[in-house]
Structure formats: structure tokens, C-alpha cells
């Protein structure tokens, strides 16, 4: 199949899941058209079957914001009408479903039918798609669409507790290629970061609010009082500084290390012992099952459809969202038993299992058959 893909290609999970996707369906023989504003940042292989087109938004000062969906759908008319593009897969509701409904209404009137399948990511509905200034846009790109898929049970029913649905939902779990998260290095180089004794903390995300940054600090904080630790935070975003000056106040600084966007995410958790993500919401927690597939145990919230994929008492511990308390206990109780430790990672990397990118990229070719057939 000739398939277009949307998505932001930015760090983040959904970005992550549509280049993977992309780059897993080339290989089973498809072609792959990406058509975003910048190249996305894990997709390092443009081939005969996988190709990139940049949206150019053309600046004009008598514009306070620039129209990116105008861009986005003209473009979209443009590579259709090129590269014979057979499907539209767009990642977020906001604002791709949108543009991907004005550029199939366009190809409409030249007798082209462009099928569109939207997968929800969370973002989309949960804290942006949901406020009164967007909701009747992606209600309607929503019902819009030949098909929809959200990354979570969980985040299926928000959708349809939050939004007037007509369509079906189909829940398709994100995934993961564990090929890259087997160790290249028996001891994973941990000794660049910390010494023998030391346990090592980690935390991906990007550094927005509702990552709750300041209690992944203050959990570790307690964690660093039983034990000698390290704490690794990777990423960039708006909680970035504070989370430096907590580290200050609370005169941990030097058991820190920030390290920005990194695009040596396995590196990074190869040596780490535990992950934290105490998110406030979490459609599914990509970051998380990054970590499992590395067999680090997670400590995180029970929020959204994390709880689909950290499995409490086993691959690691959930807790409400803000209980830091509870969640500093539990990384202590897994952290202070060299044998404990041993099975939660054991537990977490077979847990990972589940979501292998061969088991789940079916399940989209199945959807992409089915629309092209039905539309
Ligand atoms: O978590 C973020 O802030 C980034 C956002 C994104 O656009 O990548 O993540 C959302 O999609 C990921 C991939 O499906 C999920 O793993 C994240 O849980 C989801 N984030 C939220 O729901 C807050």
C-alpha cells in the first residue's frame, strides 16, 4: 500500500509511534510517504520506500498565527495527487484530522477518494481536545474519519465520555521494537554515570506540567536519603529550570544529571535501576514501556492507561497521582533488595513483550485494507 503518514515530529510518543510505524511498515514491503513540518527525529533511513515531505508555512507578518492546516492540507492535496497515496494516517485529532478532512473534501471534487484513518494519543483529547475553544472541530474530525484507533482502553473512553462519537473506536496498544533495547554492552557503561553501589533513577519526558516533575525530584529525593542514588532526567520543556532550582533547595544538585533531548534513549536506560513517571494523565506512557522493554521496573501514577501497561506488584508499583509518599516507599521497597530488584526487571522486560511491533503493526495494515475496501 502507498500510505501517507501525519504525526508531530517532535520528541515525544506519538512521534516516536508514527515513525516506528512508518519505518516497521516499509519494511513489510509498503511505501511510506511522511508529511510533516520538519523531518521526524527518529527517522533516520529515507529509502525507496520511505520518503519525507516538508510543510512550508509561509510567514506574513499581517498574520498573528500562521496558517499551519492550511499548509498542512494543500500540501496533503499536492502528495496525494503525486505519489498516488491510497490512505491517510494521522496522528493527533488536533489539528491533523482537521486538515486531512479539508484536503479529502478537496481531492473530492477531482474524483480522488483519500480513505483517512486518525489515531488518538492523548494530548488530542484529554487536556487540549476537550476545551470548549477546540471541542466542536474534533468532534467533528473525529466522526469525520474512515477510522479511528486510540493508543489506550483507557483513553478510548475518555473520547467517548468527553465527545459526542459516532464512530467506533479501535483500540490499537502503541509498541515497541525490543530489538533495540537488547544491551550492546554487558555492563551498559554504567560506570560512566555512577559507582558500583549507587542505584540509577531515571525520568523521560518533556518537562511539561503534566509530567509533575517536582515529584519525580521529591520521590528521589527520599530515595537518595536510604541509599546511595543517582537521578537521570532526559528531556526539555517548561518545568526544566524549576525542577534544576528544587534540586538546589533541596541540596541535591549533585546527584542529577540533566541531559536534555537525548537520542540515546536506550543507552541511558540500559544503566538505569528504576523509572519514574508520576504523571497527573498519561493516555498510555510510551516513556514507561520504554523502560520495561530495557527491564527496568516503573514506579507511576494509576492514571489514564498507564495501569495497561505497568502492571502493579509487577513490573513495578502504581499509586494516586500525587502521593509521593506512597510512590517513594514502593521505589524503596524495590531499590533496597538486590534480589527484588532482580525479578520486578525480570518481570518488566517480559511484561514488555506484549506490545513487540510485530504483534501490533497488523493490526493497522488489517485497518488500512479495510478502509481502502470499504471508501
Ligand atoms: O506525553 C506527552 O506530553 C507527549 C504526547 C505525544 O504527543 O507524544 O504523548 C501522548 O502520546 C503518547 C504516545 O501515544 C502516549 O504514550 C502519552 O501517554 C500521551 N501523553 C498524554 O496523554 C499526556
Redesign the pocket.
Known amino acids: 500500500m502507498k500510505i501517507g503518514i501525519v504525526c ?1 515530529p517532535t520528541f ?6 508514527a515513525t516506528e510505524l512508518g519505518l516497521e511498515l516499509s519494511k513489510r514491503g509498503h511505501e511510506i510517504h511522511f508529511i510533516t513540518y520538519s523531518q521526524p527525529v527518529r527517522l533516520d533511513l529515507l529509502g525507496n520506500n520511505v520518503h519525507y515531505h516538508e510543510v512550508n508555512v509561509p510567514e506574513y507578518p499581517l498574520f498573528l498565527y500562521q496558517p499551519y492546516e492550511l499548509a498542512l492540507s494543500s500540501k496533503l492535496v499536492d502528495m496525494v495527487k503525486l505519489h498516488q497515496i491510497e490512505v491517510l494516517h494521522v496522528h ?1 485529532a488536533i489539528p491533523h484530522a482537521y486538515a486531512a478532512y479539508m484536503a479529502k473534501q478537496m481531492l473530492k471534487e477531482e474524483d480522488i477518494n483519500l480513505p483517512i484513518v486518525t489515531t488518538l ?3 488530542d483529547i ?2 487540549v481536545g476537550s476545551h470548549p475553544f477546540y471541542k466542536p472541530a474534533v468532534t467533528f474530525s473525529i466522526n469525520k474519519s474512515d477510522a479511528v484507533t486510540s ?1 489506550s482502553q483507557s483513553l478510548k473512553e475518555d473520547t467517548e465520555r468527553l465527545f459526542n462519537i459516532k464512530k467506533d473506536i479501535k483500540v490499537i496498544p ?1 509498541f515497541i521494537d525490543l530489538s533495540k533495547y537488547e544491551p550492546k554492552f554487558t555492563d551498559c557503561q554504567r560506570g560512566m554515570m555512577a559507582t558500583e553501589d549507587e542505584r540509577i533513577i531515571t525520568h523521560i ?2 518537562f ?1 506540567e ?2 509533575q516533575i517536582p515529584d519525580v525530584i521529591k520521590i528521589f529525593n527520599e530515595i537518595q536519603k536510604q541509599m546511595p542514588a543517582k537521578l537521570m532526567m532526559v528531556g526539555e520543556g517548561p518545568e526544566r529550570i524549576p525542577a534544576e532550582e528544587l534540586c538546589e533547595k533541596l541540596g541535591i544538585s549533585n546527584k542529577v544529571v540533566f541531559f536534555g533531548n537525548s537520542n540515546e534513549i536506550d543507552k541511558i536506560l540500559c544503566f538505569s535501576d528504576l523509572f519514574l513517571l508520576p ?1 497527573r ?7 514507561a514501556l520504554e523502560a520495561m522493554a530495557s527491564g527496568v521496573p516503573v514506579i507511576s501514577s494509576n492514571t ?2 498507564i495501569p495497561e501497561v505497568n502492571i502493579d506488584g509487577v513490573t513495578g508499583f502504581l499509586s494516586d497521582v500525587n502521593d509521593v509518599e506512597s510512590m517513594s516507599k514502593n521505589a524503596i521497597y524495590i531499590l533496597s533488595d538486590p534480589k527484588r530488584l532482580q525479578e520486578f526487571k525480570d518481570h518488566a522486560k517480559k511484561a514488555s513483550s506484549k506490545f513487540a511491533i510485530a504483534e501490533v503493526v497488523p493490526m493497522y495494515e488489517a485497518i488500512y485494507k479495510e478502509t481502502i475496501r470499504k471508501s
Open positions: 508531530y515525544g510518543g506519538s512521534g516516536v509511534v493527533y494519543h492523548g494530548t484529554t487536556l493508543v502503541n519526558s518533556n511539561r503534566v509530567k504523571s494523565t498519561e493516555s498510555f506512557g510510551l516513556a489514564g492507561g
